[in-house]
Nanobody
């Protein structure tokens, strides 16, 4: 499965962006992770085929993950962005049930897309 992430950019604090992750095939779960400079990669959100979702505490209430299963595409709507959301965002997918908030559970990874939030 190949993943193609898009939608990153530069936005002012309080603004919004929508990231997209298009997959070449259907997968059980798709997630977004992010990595800021000098920091470890961290979980952001995940969604399963049955539309169960999970979020990191730092983004709850601001980010929404959704999917269009017919298009094999997952979206991450990011609202009320903060400078600390600045990072490279990666989408990842798996066909195996596991601990979906852990990056080790994902077999397929897309290229990153940069999100920069200015203060």
């Amino acid at each position: 499965v190949q993943l193609q992430a898009s939608g990153g950019g530069l936005v002012q604090a309080g603004g919004s962006l929508r990231l997209s992750c298009a997959a070449s095939g259907q997968t059980y779960a798709t997630a977004w992770f992010r990595q800021a400079p000098g920091k470890e990669r961290e979980f952001v959100a995940t969604i399963t085929l049955s539309l169960d979702t999970s979020y990191a505490d730092s983004v709850k209430g601001r980010f929404t993950i959704s999917s269009d299963n017919a298009k094999n595409t997952v979206y991450l709507q990011m609202n009320s962005l903060k400078p600390e959301d600045t990072a490279v965002y990666y989408c990842a997918a798996t066909n195996v049930w596991g601990r979906l908030q852990e990056d080790g559970s994902y077999y397929y990874w897309g290229q990153g897309t940069q999100v920069t939030v200015s203060s």
